[in-house]
């Protein structure tokens, strides 16, 4: 049974517009919430993140919120720009420091 | 360069022949650990050690083993390679109980087991 999961695996969306990505967990118990961004052929790099006791973490472009009645979680990349065309995943943290990660989001940002 | 160097990047091999993916990092991280990634499955975990010589299963620990005998090295061995070990890997590490950013990657290991 997935914890994490990333309902939709594709997201189209026009350069300069928001992109929302969404996530959505099952245990209530976990502490800090990530998201990843993965390049073809790179590992997945850190982009942002939020602890549970937030609700929302912005950073330049990138906006984590966390809504924890919901148990879900999304990230808003505005403007969206050509290079963020990339793979998306979020994960959650839990004790003992483990990641699980959601199934991804495939972005492609249009020119 | 802080990074996690994973070798080799490819590798094709056959059924039932031993193999190791060598993983070092140079961060002087306690926390290391292999996921393995599969479409429309995301990331999911192998094994991961918390410091040398702990090493515990993770989610999807079958086929696999790993060794942690130094703090930078972390080799993930496949005994008997199957063909759904086809996979692409990575190797991660972090500071134990570390901060929010989670783990650094390694670039990936793409398998093929025919």
């Known amino acids: 049974d997935q914890q994490v999961k990333q309902n939709s695996p594709s997201l189209s969306v026009q350069e300069g517009r928001i992109s929302i990505l969404n996530c959505d967990y099952t245990n209530s118990m976990f502490d800090y919430f990530l998201w990843y961004k993965k390049y073809p052929a790179e590992g997945p790099t850190f982009l942002i993140s939020i602890s549970s006791i937030k609700d929302k973490n912005e950073d330049g472009r990138f906006t984590v919120f966390l809504n924890k009645s919901a148990k879900h979680l999304s990230l808003h990349i505005v403007p969206s720009q050509p290079g963020d065309s990339a793979v998306y995943f979020c994960a959650v943290k839990a004790a003992g420091n483990k990641l699980t990660f959601g199934g991804g989001t495939r972005v492609l940002v249009k020119p | 360069e802080a990074q996690v160097t994973q070798n080799p990047r490819y590798l094709i091999t056959v059924t039932g022949k031993k193999l190791t993916v060598t993983c070092s990092q140079n961060m002087n991280h306690e926390y290391m650990s292999w996921y393995r990634q599969d479409p429309g499955l995301g990331l999911r975990q192998i094994y991961y050690s918390m410091n040398v010589e702990v090493t515990d299963k993770g989610d999807v620990p079958e086929g696999y083993k790993v060794s942690r005998k130094e703090k930078r090295n972390f080799p993930l061995i496949l005994e008997s390679p199957s063909p759904n070990q086809t996979s692409l890997y990575f190797c991660?590490?972090?500071?134990?109980?570390?901060?929010?950013?989670?783990?650094?990657f390694g670039s990936g290991t793409r398998l093929t087991v025919v």
């Open positions: 991660a590490s972090s500071l134990y109980m570390g901060r929010d950013y989670g783990y650094t």
